[in-house]
């Protein structure tokens, strides 16, 4: 989708993050690569091949940002997370082995 160097993932750690264990973030970027950076980072943060409902989500992700709605909003545009049609199960359908190295 983007084409991620290094110094990007850098960049969108020193510019975006509060802390990486637990993952807490500063603000959330305008810019895509950035966004998808991040969104890659939050993604590890979920179990492949498990079903959460959205307050699971929710859970998960109040930990991360304040405006976790957005985040979960993202993680679906994006296609890190699938969901049914009506909300009310979620699940991971990106490959997480491609954003380990942004930890």
Do not use: H
Not at 17 to 41: H, Q, V
Not at 45 to 72: A, H, P, S
């Amino acid at each position: 989708m983007f084409d991620i160097t290094d110094l990007d993932i850098l960049k969108a750690k020193e510019t975006l993050l509060i802390s990486r264990n637990p993952l807490r973030i500063k603000l959330f970027p305008a810019k895509e690569k950035r966004k998808y950076i991040l969104l890659g980072m939050i993604c590890l943060l979920f179990e492949k091949d498990t079903k959460y409902n959205e307050k699971e989500i929710n859970e998960i992700l109040k930990d991360v940002y304040d405006d976790y709605v957005t985040i979960r909003r993202y993680l679906i545009i994006y296609e890190f997370l699938a969901r049914t049609p009506d909300g009310s199960s979620y699940w991971l359908i990106a490959d997480q082995s491609q954003f380990q190295a942004y930890m």
